[in-house]
């Protein structure tokens, strides 16, 4: 079957930013609070600092991963990812090839670049309901892929990224952050014209 | 021919924010200042209040219509809009109930509910980048709509979602805010979870 008989397999939103900040938070936590990572548990900053004893009191054998949970880069694109039933790993290096070389990103002198042409930074957005469908009122997501292979997808896909971003992060000081598969993203944009893309692999 | 036959002639972007802000620069213009609209001119803030005579200096017959170019919105959702070659005046009151009427936003219970029953803002932004088409690394928007019938279509848009949200506008203090279609969109946005969607009509 020609890749343009099959249904997509994975949609991407692209944005351009100026400053973009992902903070991840769990689902159904509805406080603003910061978090830090403990071992694989999540408590507020707040909780920890505010422990009546000035120490953080932790379960035997737990160490504590000071990892903010704040993710921030600055000129560069917004990937927000989803993918649907029948995605496969095979996809993923044209996918990254595609989105790291189209020239979305408009440079300094106005001319478009890609932005490993610019170079910027990228932040992927795990963003499920991308795969959304309007019955009705409601939105349903069953053509999303099955949260195993989705989390594994998005894995690879961030890897990915990381590698061919690599050579212009050693040199131009890039980087590539990313959020947390299944958890609620919070982020905060801002953008010199959004230059909303759509791609669909 | 049925609806679900022919190609989308519209497709929009959906994105719940907290805050979102759109200022509009006339294309070209790099700086970040702020904008009035003087007739049907546009010059920077800072030109005119520095002004050597200390008075702005117009052109004769001009009207100063000291309109702010920031448009901001607190909670509510962010609809970026492009239309297609084919679209017409008649898939707007369609497009305006789904988008309105759909269950695209977060109540504070948790639930799911409509911009209509939250309620919320609007911020409608004009983003003829969805309309791309990637061919081999550069960007292609051969099938956007000329630029008057999309100028057209899109003030009619606007005009409708202004309707729908006038009732909740006036009870609730919620409003409809857009940019300029044709011209440069600096958008921020503050999010609790984007939630992007992607309708097409």
Do not use: W
Not at 76 to 102: E, Q, R, Y
Not at 165 to 191: C, F, I, M, W
């Amino acid at each position: 079957m020609s890749e343009k008989d099959r249904a997509p397999v994975a949609r991407t939103v692209l944005q351009q930013c100026l400053h973009a900040r992902l903070q991840v938070k769990p689902a159904g936590e509805k406080s603003e609070a910061q978090f830090v990572q403990v071992s694989s548990q999540l408590y507020p900053v707040t909780q920890l600092l505010n422990h009546p004893h000035g120490l953080m009191l932790l379960p035997p054998g737990f160490t504590i991963k000071m990892v903010s949970f704040k993710h921030d880069i600055d000129r560069g694109m917004v990937i927000h990812i989803c993918f649907f039933k029948g995605a496969t790993d095979d996809i993923l290096p044209k996918m990254v090839s595609t989105l790291l070389n189209l020239r979305l990103c408009e440079a300094e002198s106005g001319k478009m670049v890609s932005v490993l042409e610019l170079p910027g930074s990228l932040l992927i957005v795990p963003q499920a309901t991308l795969g959304g469908k309007a019955k009705g009122r409601v939105m349903q997501y069953h053509n999303n892929i099955n949260k195993e292979d989705g989390l594994r997808l998005y894995g690879s896909f961030v890897s990915l990224c990381e590698k061919e971003v690599a050579p212009a992060a050693a040199e131009a000081g890039v980087k590539v952050k990313h959020g947390t598969y299944g958890n609620r993203q919070v982020l905060s944009l801002d953008t010199n014209g959004p230059y909303t893309h759509l791609m669909e692999f």
